[in-house]
């Protein structure tokens, strides 16, 4: 800043000096100066501008010091732009190549659309050949359902007409099975009322063969003993009245010893001998008619309440017991 500013007074000056003098436009150096101005200029100018070149002389050497200073930061700016610009050319080599590279991967971009668009191309065309294909096809298939369209509803029709034969000829049977039905009715009926008397008749049988299963037969008669079920008198001849027969008598001594064995020893079954409308009247239960035989243990018939009017078979002999007792009984069945 100094060199500047003393540079532009010498300017001044020396361009001063120039005009006035009308010297040569040629700047001399400051020595030269001097003396030129010794040589043209009066004593007074001389004396006048004495001070302005001492001035000048006396700082030269710091205005060489400025200019050093001056050139080593233009040098440090030119080194800075330099580099500065060693690292945009780096960079604009970077751009260039990173540009060249997109280029590069455009173009293979590019390439790929390309191929791209040939691939669609041809599968526009492969679709475009499997629409006329698939048009054909339908057309085919169409065609095929109107013949069996056509082919069903004949077939449907024949058949129609066929079941229609069928069921004329099946209501003709019909007609005359009815016919044959109603010619039957009253020998069908015949027969119904057979089968029923026939069933009843087999009925029976079973049911006498099912009891004469369980009846032993004594000399000409059958007989059944229930040893473990009890039962008063009443409901015991109700219970062999069921099953085909009555309480159990005895017709004489040979039939009473030929059953004997075939109780138990120490156990009373109920017969069928009572007095229960007269004392001392035994009569059958199904008839009333007095019974013939009667085989009393010692001291029997013993009224000792006014219930004992039913008989029991007790080891081999007889003895009255209150009637509403529970006790084992002998059923018989007349069987031939």
Known sequence: MCKLAALLVFSLITKNLNGSLGGSAEIPSPEKELKDLKSRCSGHFFSTLRPVMDYFAANQDRW?????IIANDTRAEKNQIQIQMASLQESVT???????????????VVNKLYRTESHLTELGNELV???????????AIKETQTSQTALQESEVKES??????????????????????????SLESKLQCVQTSLDGQLADIMHILKINSFFQKVKSRYFLIHHFMKKSWLDAERFCIDHGGHLATFENEEELVAFTPKAYYNVRYWLGVNDRDRKRNFV??????????????????DYWNDNMH????????MRVNDCDETKPFICKRNLV
């Open 284 to 301: 059958y239960p199904d008839t009333d008619n007095q019974v013939p035989y009667l085989k009393w243990s010692p001291g029997e018939p």
């Open 160 to 185: 129609l007409e066929s079941r229609d034969a069928r069921l004329r000829r099946i209501e003709e049977s019909l007609n005359n099975l009815i016919q044959q039905e109603s010619k039957q009715s």
């Open 64 to 68: 060489k010091t400025c200019e050093a």
């Open 94 to 108: 970077n751009v260039k190549s990173s540009l060249d590279s997109k280029d590069v991967i455009l173009q293979d």
């Open 310 to 317: 039913c008989v029991v078979l007790y080891m081999g002999a």
């Open 129 to 139: 050949s499997l629409q006329l294909k698939m048009d054909n096809h339908l057309s």
